[in-house]
């Protein structure tokens, strides 16, 4: 079936350098995704998001982009930061009728000071 | 303004137990949904009410899980009786409008069957 994943469980960044969290998807027809991140002991929290007539969209130090050609896309954390440690997962809404929210696995986020 | 509520936090029962928690969400929010987040997973919708009224079941394993949101606001699930892979993290969201970016989590119940 139609399926969202991210590329690797865990990442391990120094404090100060740049992150990026990769996830990839297979239904050609999503034209809407999530990224959320969740930190220890809480639920997830709405992070930005991007529509499939864009291919980039910046909030305030992040990055979300969209490669719709090989059905990919990429969360980058400028200048990474202890309280940017958590669990990132990015969502498909569209992977079923009625645009259910579907998760993927997600990537664990470890910064070092 | 105050986020989803949500009790207890963490629960431990045995096998073929009963167990209910209890989630409270933002004030005025119509849309209220209850997630399982299985460790090293990503949360799985269970449930989702528009007010008083369920939107999506789909994925509710009806014969052990039960929910309801009698006025519209609160909302209490069930398992009974539970099983060893329901342990799990509970949550609940809310949403003023049942769009996407706009659900606010709860921090959980923390389920753990023995």
């Known amino acids: 079936g139609e399926s969202v994943g991210l590329h690797l469980p865990t990442l391990s960044v120094q404090e100060g350098d740049n992150s990026i969290i990769n996830c990839a998807y297979s239904?050609?027809?999503?034209?809407?995704f999530i990224w959320y991140k969740q930190e220890s002991g809480k639920g997830p929290q709405f992070i930005i998001d991007?529509?499939?007539?864009?291919d980039k969209r910046q909030g305030q130090r992040v990055t979300v982009l969209l490669n719709k050609t090989v059905k990919h896309l990429s969360l980058q954390i400028a200048a990474t930061q202890p309280g940017d440690s958590a669990v990132y997962f990015c969502?498909?809404?569209?992977?079923?009728?009625?645009?259910?929210?579907?998760f993927g696995q997600g990537t664990e986020l470890s910064v070092k000071p | 303004e105050a986020g989803v509520a949500q009790s207890p936090r963490y629960k431990i029962i045995e096998k073929r137990q009963s167990v209910a928690f209890w989630c409270n969400p933002i004030?005025?929010?119509?849309?209220l949904y209850w997630y399982q987040q299985i460790l090293g997973q990503g949360p799985k919708l269970l449930i989702q009410?528009?007010?008083?009224?369920?939107?999506?079941d789909s994925q509710l394993p009806k014969d052990r899980f039960s929910a309801e949101r009698l006025k519209g606001v609160d909302s209490t699930l069930k398992i009974q009786p539970a099983k060893l892979e329901d342990s799990a993290v509970y949550l609940c969201?809310?949403?003023?409008?049942?769009?996407?970016?706009?659900?606010?989590f709860g921090p959980g119940t923390r389920l753990t069957v023995t």
């Open positions: 969201a809310s949403s003023l409008v049942p769009e996407f970016n706009e659900q606010y």
């Open positions: 239904n050609s027809a999503s034209d809407y």
């Open positions: 991007i529509r499939s007539n864009m």
């Open positions: 969502a498909d809404p569209t992977l079923r009728t009625g645009g259910k929210l579907i």
């Open positions: 004030s005025g929010h119509a849309t």
């Open positions: 009410f528009q007010n008083n009224g369920v939107v999506d």
